[in-house]
């Protein structure tokens, strides 16, 4: 036989529909494929990271000049007041109140999440978690106002009956004191903590209840075949296993409690400039972003959108920690996994 009669057979081979295309064209357009496809993802990557860059950059460059001018200690003070040539402003309060109502909505919302997304993946028939999981999915969509609505006039006529009981049980505790004067008994952090928590719940919920979902069934049968209850079956092989998840999913959660405006303008009160403030979680006042809302008519100088700007880079910030924070505990929790 041949040379050219052997490498027709082997190319007959390698393409048994026939084609006549030669087998180092095909590599090189999978090559070519490949090239694309990792410049492109190579590329989106970049893209992320420049933007974030220069949002931090623009928001440095706006705010160090109103920084400059301040009058009061930007972290430690609790007034605000932009206007004229001698600002005084501090985000103190602002801090206190973003970090306070979006604790509150995570201690509620986490736990909860958790036991419905277990509920839903290991106890509940199969005809019941599809609608439920469907469900979930449906509130996870649902438009902030439409919470925000919900909480001022559904919820909100309830929530002093809540906060009365807590204050008698708790009330020696500062976080959980007296309210201070002129405060509206509803519009407080505890009030829009718990609101907020109503709104994350369905992302913690789905993501959850997806990572569970993934378990490996030879990790549940082993426990189940070793002898263990449903439970100990759950918290000996799901719960470890879903752990990354559930952080991730806290994360993200806390990541819109954090940012959330919509609502938290619509429910919370805001301190009045003579109130005093405290750390009572019966109180009032504003978050960053609600901060930056409702008063986006006084940018109308340098200065004063300078000082907004500023607490926005905070803000910036505060999520981004959070994130890297988050970051860093899944990559210990899949080292010690692996």
Avoid at 38 to 62: H, M, P, R
Avoid at 206 to 231: C, D, I, M, N, Y
Avoid at 299 to 320: E, N
């Amino acid at each position: 036989m041949s040379s050219t009669t052997g490498a027709s057979i082997v190319d007959q081979a390698r393409d048994p529909l026939g084609n006549n295309t030669p087998q180092g064209d095909r590599a090189s357009t999978g090559r070519l494929g490949d090239r694309l496809f990792g410049g492109t993802a190579k590329g989106a990557g970049v893209l992320v990271i420049a933007l974030v860059t220069l949002t931090a950059v623009f928001l440095l460059s706006q705010a160090l000049p109103a920084l400059g001018k301040n009058g009061a200690n930007f972290l430690t003070s609790t007034e605000w007041n932009v206007d004229g040539s001698n600002p005084r402003f501090g985000i103190a309060n602002l801090l206190w109140v973003t970090v306070a109502s979006s604790v509150i909505a995570m201690i509620i919302a986490v736990p909860v999440g958790v036991c419905v997304a277990l509920f839903i993946t290991q106890y509940s028939p199969p005809w019941l978690s599809q609608p439920a999981a469907g469900l979930i999915d449906l509130l996870a969509a649902v438009p902030s106002i439409v919470y925000g609505i919900w909480g001022a006039f559904v919820f909100g006529p309830h929530i002093t009956g809540l906060q009365n009981v807590v204050n008698t049980l708790f009330g020696w505790l500062p976080f959980f004191g007296n309210e201070t004067g002129g405060v509206s008994s509803s519009g407080t952090i505890f009030f829009i903590g718990i609101v907020l928590s109503i709104m994350v719940l369905p992302i913690v919920t789905a993501l959850s209840r997806e990572v569970f979902a993934q378990t490996p069934v030879t990790h549940k049968e082993g426990a189940l075949a070793l002898g263990a209850t449903q439970w100990e079956m759950i918290r000996t092989a799901v719960l470890p296993f879903g752990k990354p998840g559930v952080i991730s999913a806290s994360m993200l959660g806390l990541g819109r409690a954090l940012g959330e405006t919509v609502a938290v303008l619509i429910i919370l009160s805001s301190l009045a400039n003579d109130t005093k403030w405290s750390w009572s979680v019966f109180n009032g006042g504003e978050t960053f972003a609600s901060k930056i809302a409702n008063n986006a008519a006084e940018f109308d100088s340098p200065q004063k959108s300078g000082a907004f700007i500023a607490a926005g880079l905070v803000l910036f910030i505060l999520t981004f920690v959070v994130n890297a924070i988050a970051r860093v505990v899944i990559e210990r929790r899949k080292a010690f996994s692996e």
